[in-house]
């Protein structure tokens, strides 16, 4: 835990991965826990973690990155996937950031500050996690927790070097994690290795009677699923994650990548996934409805920022929320109420649910034949700090091959594969199972690395 802190005096300033650091708490649990014998043989047994800040931390100040909760010092309750990490005796180093309420892909749309990618602090660590990957490449901490509504796990840990796993959902409770958009929000482990990924999904992983979308699935133990190899694995690479909108040399990583795994023994085929073509869309429209639900919440009376300036309720809501959301935010928020106002839900919203389940279908159709899905986890290296932030499009095609699996449902880890010759940067790559076969994707992985 010293180590953690020491590493954070010397990278934070640069990386600014995180919003809120709990120094003296942890300091005083890990020598509490120096008192313990670890005795039940726990791998997590004091080791240093870092949380997303749209999870709630009891006790420690919890925004989502955003000025609507920079002041909510105080949560009343640890979400459960907290619960389960203190239960495991992991020391909570601080709280990392993130793209507001989780909506972007770098990270410059936290309220508070811009994370940097710790391989090169030009350029952006992906987000909406990225504080959460770069604290884990930057050596800050050990492993983290993030959350992925449509990459938000997998983009960071591609673009940092990590790796990062988006679970299935309703294997992991959100109970206690700030929503976005509730039909595809899932919390997931950033780390550096597979097996270290492995150790702390087994930790969150199950059902919570406080989150009814979790499932009652018998959790696997993933440490022994590790081993078996991929001897007879069938891969499955669909032509629509290696085509247009996908640079060269993020293309060659995932054909070098096959090649390893054939000389391991796995076979692969190309295969079309045809209506991933409508994802992004679909996703936009599903999740900005959910999104503008979800935050009709803070209205400045009940939570968050209150305006000062206000003349009567109405104005009171209106200023409040003009003044404490963010410009990215506030986009979602019109363009979700809009889809699903009564004029236009046939239209967007019906029509995008109509395209999910396509999408769903299709990845149900492969994994009747083959055993993972794998590609790229995004079309490019990290970009630099402040190159897309005022081209919309731009920013969300990032997310292009990451958003499918979250429509989906399907769980899916990035891990690295190679660096860039041009940026010098890590390449993702992105491996799919079906549902909860968390623990094919993990094997998948561990014989790559
Ligand atoms: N970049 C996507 C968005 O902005 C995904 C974010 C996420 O997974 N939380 O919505």
């Known amino acids: 835990v010293e180590a953690s802190y020491d590493q954070i005096d010397r990278v934070e300033d640069e990386l600014k991965s995180f919003i809120t650091l709990n120094k003296e708490a942890a300091l005083a649990q890990a020598k509490q826990l120096d008192q313990e014998t670890n005795d039940t043989n726990n791998p997590l047994f004091g080791i240093p973690a870092g949380i997303k800040d749209n999870v709630l931390t009891k006790g420690l100040k919890t925004t989502g990155a955003s000025k609507m909760l920079s002041n909510f010092e105080d949560p009343l309750f640890d979400a459960t996937v907290v619960e389960k990490l203190n239960d495991a005796k992991t020391v909570m180093i601080g709280k990392l950031n993130m793209d507001e309420f989780a909506m972007g892909s770098s990270t410059e749309n936290s309220a508070f500050s811009t994370t940097h990618n710790p391989w090169n602090i030009d350029y952006v660590p992906g987000g909406s996690s ?23 796990i997998r983009g960071p840990s591609s673009y940092c070097g990590v790796v990062g796993m988006k679970p299935t959902y309703g294997l992991v ?56 190899g991929v001897k007879g694995l069938k891969i499955a690479v669909p032509k ?23 000389d391991l023994g796995a076979t692969w085929e190309e295969v079309t996934l045809p209506h991933s073509k409508y994802a992004v869309a679909a996703y936009y429209i599903i999740s900005s409805g959910e999104a503008s639900a979800n935050l009709a919440r803070f209205d400045g009376i009940r939570y968050g920022h209150r305006s000062e300036n206000a003349t009567n ?15 990215e935010v506030k986009r979602r928020i ?19 649910q109509q395209a999910r389940r396509l999408i769903k279908a299709d990845f149900d159709q492969l994994f ?9 986890t995004t079309p490019t290296t990290a970009f630099k700090i402040g190159e897309q932030m005022d081209d919309s499009l731009t920013m969300y095609a990032n997310d292009l091959l990451t958003i499918p699996v979250n429509l989906a449902g399907v769980p899916a880890i990035s891990i690295p594969s190679g660096f860039s010759e041009k940026t010098g940067l890590p390449f993702g790559l992105q ?14 992985a561990y014989a790559f690395e």
Do not use: C, W
């Open 368 to 376: 009747e034949k083959y055993d993972v899905v794998i590609g790229p």
């Open 313 to 327: 309720m109405i104005d009171l809501f209106k200023k409040s929320r003009s003044e404490g959301f963010g410009a």
């Open 240 to 262: 629509e994650f290696l085509a247009e909108g996908v640079s060269e040399e993020v293309k060659q990583s995932v054909l070098d990548a096959l090649k390893v795994y054939e």
């Open 130 to 152: 990225g504080g959460s990957a770069a604290a884990v490449a930057g050596r800050e901490v050990f492993f983290s927790l993030g959350s992925d509504t449509g990459g938000s």
């Open 431 to 444: 491996i799919i199972g079906k549902h909860f076969a968390e623990d094919t994707v993990f094997r998948t």
């Open 173 to 228: 409770s959100r109970f206690g994690v700030i929503a976005f958009a509730s039909s595809l929000d899932q919390v997931g482990t950033i780390t550096k290795t597979v097996e270290d990924n492995a150790h702390v999904l087994q930790a969150i992983a199950g059902q919570d009677p406080m989150d009814q979308t979790t499932v009652d699935v018998e959790v696997p133990n993933y440490q022994d699923a590790l081993k078996d």
């Open 334 to 352: 019109m363009f979700g109420t809009l889809t699903q106002s009564a004029g236009y839900y046939d239209d967007y919203y019906h029509k995008a």
